[in-house]
T-cell receptor, first 110, second 111 residues
């Protein structure tokens, strides 16, 4: 059974600081997604990582995938308040379903 | 940009009642999914649907749940006899070009 673990589960950051969210998974997969969710809202796609070594960046967020280590990271650079949300990683299991991590609640304090 | 739509946005029902949640997938997508999220928890897979049949379902998706594509455009999730623990956000999703697109969700409240 595929397990997806995120850490930390809660992250309180100061504006302007950098931090990384980690996503480990237990079974081979070469497709990993990062989503953002605001309270009461749906899942907004941030990144789709499709191969080992994939790195994608959008604004202050950068995601990477190491399929050999079964690890993805979401790096936040110079955090701003607007980044406050819950971030989920999800691993694609043979195109049949996504298995989600527990989510990281990010709070950026000014 | 194409999007997945869901109706209703919020449904309140009494325990034991049947509910039908509706989704209109992105038109050229072939794979459809339902997920649910209990308040404050992670998103959980319920069922995947391809070529008019279920391709995979989770332990949550028991005999009280069913899915169908009644008219070639809508994709529905039915819960026959709702329980208090069915209260959650239900998200419809479709996949295409390696992306999974999520609808806005239906908040189901069972009282």
């Amino acid at each position: 059974e595929l397990k997806v673990e995120q850490n930390p589960l809660f992250l309180s950051m100061q504006e302007g600081k950098n931090y990384t969210i980690y996503c480990n998974y237990s079974t081979t997969s070469d497709r990993l997604y990062w989503y953002r969710q605001d309270p009461g809202k749906s899942l907004e796609s941030l990144f789709v990582l499709l191969s080992n070594g994939a790195v994608k960046q959008e604004g202050r967020l950068m995601a990477s995938l190491d399929t050999k280590a079964r690890l993805s990271t979401l790096h936040i650079t110079a955090a701003v308040h607007d980044l406050s949300a819950t971030y989920f990683c999800a691993v694609d299991l043979y195109g049949n379903k996504l298995v989600f991590g527990a989510g990281t609640i990010l709070r950026v304090k000014s | 940009e194409p999007e997945v739509t869901q109706t209703p946005s919020h449904q309140v029902t009494q325990m034991g009642q049947e509910v039908i949640l509706r989704c209109v997938p992105i038109s050229n997508h072939l794979y459809f999914y339902w997920y649910r999220q209990i308040l404050g928890q992670k998103v959980e897979f319920l069922v995947s649907f391809y070529n008019n049949e279920i391709s995979e379902k989770s332990e949550i998706f028991d005999d009280q749940f069913s899915v169908e594509r009644p008219d070639g455009s809508n994709f529905t999730l039915k819960i026959r006899s709702t329980k208090l623990e069915d209260s959650a956000m239900y998200f419809c999703s479709t996949s295409g070009n390696y992306e999974q697109y999520f609808g806005p969700g239906t908040r189901l409240t069972v009282t």
